[in-house]
């Protein structure tokens, strides 16, 4: 009987000590937050959880939404503003995150002038987005560059306002 009670015992302590590695060591599921409390000043002085261990997961950063620039006629001067200055750190988080993603600049222009001066023109307007990011700090591999010119039209060409919207470059960021 003496044999049975003894076995029981060690089982028992092996079972709480394994599961008590496999738990807290190996998978380290035990720095649950704890609640101290200091003495001596007053009883509402308190301290919430382990202030020195942040997250091993990291938060994922969401993808986000494509950026329009556009331009005055036969131009591609760019003057940055709060909302590039925003899409630009949201996307170079992003990107920093997923290391196969990467950021894309279509230039666009509306149809008046001839199909190679416009490509050229397009082109031209994305380097000057790329020459933007490029200066903030995003890698130039990160950066892909091209140029539709009057191909892809986000309006009627036949109108001001449409020919206005067309002037354009285009980012969004590629997976």
């Known amino acids: 009987m003496k044999i049975l009670?003894?076995?029981?015992f060690m089982f028992v302590t092996w079972s709480a000590l394994s599961t008590y590695i496999y738990v807290c060591k190996i998978k380290g599921l035990c720095n649950e937050p704890k609640t101290l409390q200091s003495y001596g000043s007053s009883n509402t002085d308190t301290i919430v959880?382990?202030?020195?261990?942040?997250?091993?997961?990291?938060e994922?950063?969401?993808i986000p939404e494509n950026l329009i620039v556009y331009f005055a006629f036969d131009k591609s001067d760019f003057n940055a503003d709060t909302t590039t200055d925003k899409y630009f750190y949201l996307?170079?988080?992003y990107l920093e995150q997923n290391i196969h993603a990467r950021l894309s600049i279509t230039g666009h222009t509306d149809a008046i002038g001839s199909d190679e001066y416009n490509k050229s023109l397009g082109y031209r307007r994305a380097r000057t987005m790329q020459h933007y990011f490029e200066s903030k700090g995003l890698?130039?591999?990160?950066?892909i560059v091209e140029s539709k010119g009057e191909k892809e039209p986000a309006d009627l060409n036949n109108t001001?306002?449409?020919r206005t919207n067309n002037r354009r470059t285009v980012i969004t960021i590629k997976k």
């Open 49 to 58: 959880g382990d202030t020195l261990i942040k997250s091993r997961v990291p």
């Open 160 to 162: 001001a306002a449409g």
């Open 5 to 8: 009670i003894f076995g029981f």
């Open 91 to 93: 996307s170079t988080a």
């Open 139 to 143: 890698q130039a591999n990160k950066i």
């Open 60 to 62: 994922k950063t969401a």
